[in-house]
């Protein structure tokens, strides 16, 4: 059972950024897909942004180029960088692992775009 372990989250003013970052209990082999999705009170968990082992990303379209994927092998960590937030970012934002049938969620994490 992997354990995914999301830090990086906080409070920030608008146009700044954050860092999210994900962290795996134990390697990720292929294929597999990685992903970040957000939630606000009372809505649907969305689709943030998309990295899959073979090198192919998307984004929502409320992303609009302001946020970046990655994921670091050698680390099992897997990162969200969030730049230009707005107000309307503010979410929590979970990261999710998709290996082969198994899917794993990590808890959750505040990020908040407010002055």
């Known amino acids: 059972q992997v354990q995914l372990v999301e830090s990086g989250g906080g409070l920030v003013q608008p146009g700044g950024s954050l860092r999210l970052s994900c962290a795996a209990s134990e390697s990720i082999f292929r294929p597999y897909i990685l992903e970040w999705y957000r939630q606000t009170p009372g809505d649907q968990r969305r689709l943030v942004a998309q990295l899959t082992s073979g090198g192919s990303t998307d984004y929502g379209e409320f992303v609009s180029g302001r946020f970046i994927i990655s994921f670091d092998n050698a680390k099992n960590t897997m990162a969200l960088q969030m730049n230009n937030l707005k107000p309307e970012d503010t979410a929590i934002y979970y990261c999710?692992?998709?290996?082969?049938?198994?899917?794993?969620w990590g808890q959750g994490i505040q990020a908040t775009v407010s002055s």
């Open positions: 999710k692992i998709s290996v082969l049938r198994d899917t794993y």
